[in-house]
């Protein structure tokens, strides 16, 4: 069993495979939290780690230093994970064990994005009940293991049977103490069009966080942090990951304390939070995953893109492989009509591309991003036969058809908003900020979800629809709902993100053959939460292929490739004016959800002949490329960043694609060489190069073991200044076992 209690020292231990996670009721009752890490033995006691002890404040000398779910005011005056006003504005609450259970599987969280599980025995989900007597505030702490997996999944559901309302002021996911301060925190940030970049720096004394307070994820911090020790390398070494399954205001915060010890808590971003529960009530937090990996970042790594590609991912799509689409975006912006985009799918259709995916602008009056968001109605004058006709023909071409929909938002230049102006969000004494000319609609209101689920329902049964794009382009300003009195106003900008996932639930299910792709100003909404819906985002509306390096490779961290949606523009780029090769920005996109973003029609012929080859390659390739086992081989984000390598490796070992990417030509640069992970040590690998074209810088003909791929490594280039070789750069390495 992967979950045993011993009666006898009062001890959980949870276990899978690789890891371990062992609590213990202490002699007062609170829940100690004595050990998460690689596995331990199954049958021995772990009391010993129990009674470190607390210096923090002298009345504590004697008790624990770690606990599963401390509370504040009592002497532990380190970051709390659950903060509870009561009835008398205390907040000091004294957790004591009440019960526990075990439960086969994983029981689904109401509302709320979770994992799941789909075999039965994979796993086990153990429940601990703690009680405040004097309050009657109630926590059952939740902790699900997989069998075979390195992580815990973990969650609290907070319940008042106390006579008087409370109010949460701090519920997080999940609190994690670690007995010393050797780690380096590693944390994915940036903004729009340069998200998830990695950032790794010594814990230093007091508290360092990432959250965001946009009602977004945000491009500016993603839900996760990792800490790993100094020595940590991509395959070797201790690294802890905390990855929040939450699409809104999230907080993720490591602390250190003067006597040596680590705190690290995940969950909803306290700050403008509050929760009303009144007697009988219950809140559950979001889930929050945590992996421990004794290989490294590419340890970490396996084990949240297995997991979010198989158990949080869901529906018909999750295993499928995903088309090779084109999005108008970038083509036409505003300015199209019917026989502009069918021109456009027919060039499409000829070079191979499978789906054609119309972006914004088809609408209301929509001819400019100014108006008509929340008027989900065709726009006649740029399509007299609607979305049927459309779609009809574009089938006919044989190719399916895809929409871009922004359903949070509403235009004041709308019908919707000359009819619901209360249904924005904003403070109806104060001016409504307006950002991209628009705002938010309220989703804290049931019947804001239900407009929309059948506004978007009438749309997606009009046509032969097979894909979205679900945009969202703002951030929530003057956070409020008319709909909630003052003193539950704290809760709205939770309620909002609960009110995009009943949208969210409800449009996926029923419209279950549509493959949803999830978008907010590029990827400032690429989380966990939204993967259990949508099974790819896309990743940033940067598609420079050197900013994507970096792009693409930080969200591999967490992410995988599956859900990177990942396309190539047109040169120069029209984020940053770079110029880039063709074939580069597809050697780029192709480990992604690979399509194109450019109006084919003003393509020249060699050009169309070469995205035919690239898509033809893809279409070989594609079941590795998307639902690969992806190592990053080396690092934008490491040296001067110049040189990148990432593979792709087949479940099976048989076969592998890896990228190499050289960002600027260096003369004299000596002999090169990129490593492998992940192969069959014991297989031989034929080599090859594409495009053709970079073949020329294969050395010889190549037939290697994959032992001397992965500790020798590929010869990249052994002259010193390769002629064939230019500015950016890149080819493919194809491997195949023979
Ligand atoms: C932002 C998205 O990221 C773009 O790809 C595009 O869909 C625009 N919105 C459309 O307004």
């Not at 090859?688 to 074209?693: D, G, K």
Request: proline letters at 6%; one cysteine or more.
């Amino acid at each position: 069993m992967p979950i045993s209690w011993k009666s006898e020292t009062q001890e959980f231990h949870l276990r899978s495979d690789s890891i371990s996670y062992v609590m213990r009721v202490l002699d007062n009752g609170w829940l100690g939290q004595l050990y998460f890490g690689p596995s331990l033995a199954a049958d021995a006691s772990y009391a010993c780690f129990g009674p470190a002890e607390f210096y923090g404040f002298s009345n504590r000398v004697g008790e624990p230093i770690a606990l599963e779910y401390p509370t504040p005011g009592s002497g532990d005056y380190r970051a709390p994970a659950l903060v509870v006003e009561q009835a008398d504005g205390a907040t000091v609450l004294d957790l004591r064990y009440k019960s526990h259970r075990v439960v086969p599987g994983k029981p689904a969280l109401t509302g709320l994005p979770s994992t799941y599980v789909e075999v039965g025995g994979e796993a086990e989900t153990l429940e601990v009940d703690l009680s405040d007597a004097a309050s009657g505030v109630d926590v059952q702490l939740r902790y699900s293991i997989y069998r075979n997996r390195p992580l815990v999944v973990r969650g609290a559901r907070i319940a008042n049977n106390g006579a008087t309302p409370v109010i949460l002021r701090v519920a997080m996911s999940a609190s994690l103490d670690l007995p010393d301060t050797r780690w380096q925190a590693i944390t994915l940030n940036g903004d729009w069009a340069r998200e998830r970049q990695i950032d790794r720096r010594a814990l230093r004394p007091g508290r360092q966080s990432v959250a965001s307070n946009r009602g977004t994820s945000s491009s500016q911090h993603n839900p996760f942090l990792a800490l790993a020790r100094p020595e940590a390398t991509e395959d070797l070494g201790d690294v802890i990951g905390l990855s929040l399954v939450y699409s809104g205001n999230f907080l993720a915060e490591a602390e250190v304390e003067p006597f040596g010890t680590s705190r690290a808590r995940i969950g909803l971003n306290p700050e403008g939070f509050s929760w009303l529960l009144d007697p009988g009530a219950t809140f559950d937090t979001p889930e929050a995953v945590l992996v421990y990996s004794t290989s490294g970042l590419d340890g970490m790594s396996q084990a949240y893109h297995d997991l979010f590609k198989t158990r949080l991912a869901r529906g018909q799509w999750r295993d499928k492989t995903r088309p090779v689409l084109i999005n108008n975006w970038e083509g036409t912006y505003f300015d199209f009509n019917e026989a502009r985009l069918l021109e456009m799918a027919s060039a499409s259709k000829e070079m191979g591309i499978e789906l054609f995916v119309l972006d914004d602008g088809w609408f209301g009056r929509r001819d400019d991003d100014t108006t008509s968001l929340g008027d989900w109605v065709v726009d006649r004058n740029k399509l007299p036969g609607g979305l049927e006709s459309l779609a009809g023909k574009i089938e006919e071409l044989g190719m399916r058809f895809g929409l871009w929909i922004e359903p949070e938002m509403i235009s004041r230049a709308s019908n919707l908003y000359q009819a619901h102006p209360d249904w924005a969000v904003g403070i109806p004494s104060r001016p409504r900020t307006e950002s991209r000319t628009q705002f938010v609609l309220d989703m804290a209101r049931p019947e804001v979800v239900d407009y929309l689920f059948d506004a978007l329902s009438k749309i997606l049964g009009s046509a032969p629809i097979s894909y979205v794009k679900w945009d969202m382009n703002r951030t929530i300003t003057e956070p409020f709902s008319a709909s909630l009195p003052a003193w539950r106003q704290g809760e709205f900008m939770h309620r909002h993100i609960l009110g995009v996932y009943a949208l969210y639930d409800r449009l996926t299910k029923a419209f279950p053959g549509i493959l949803f792709e999830s978008c907010a100003s590029g990827g400032a909404r690429f989380d966990p939460g939204l993967l259990a819906y949508a099974p790819q985002a896309w990743t940033s509306d940067n598609t420079d292929a050197v900013d994507r390096l970096r792009i693409q490779y930080g969200t591999s961290l967490v992410y995988p490739t599956s859900s990177m949606g990942a396309h190539v523009s047109a040169s120069p780029n029209h984020q940053i004016g770079r110029a880039t090769p063709l074939d580069t920005r597809a050697l780029v996109a192709f480990f992604g959800d690979f399509g194109y973003e450019l109006d084919p029609t003003k393509l020249s012929d060699a050009e169309r002949t070469q995205i035919a080859e690239q898509v033809a390659f893809y279409k070989q390739w594609r079941e590795v490329l998307q639902f690969g086992r992806f190592h990053r081989l080396r690092s934008p984000f490491e040296g001067d960043g110049n040189e990148i390598g990432w593979a792709s490796v087949a479940p099976d070992r048989r076969s592998a694609l890896a990228g190499y990417y050289q960002i600027l030509n260096r003369v004299n640069a000596g002999p090169r060489r990129l490593r492998l992970r992940g192969l069959d040590p014991a297989a031989t690998y034929r080599v090859s190069v594409w495009p053709e074209t970079a073949a020329a810088a294969l050395p010889t003909a190549l037939r290697l073991g994959g032992d001397a791929l992965m500790a020798g490594g590929l010869v990249i280039s052994s002259t010193r200044t390769p002629s064939d070789v230019g500015d950016f750069h890149a080819r493919v390495y194809v491997l195949e076992a023979e």
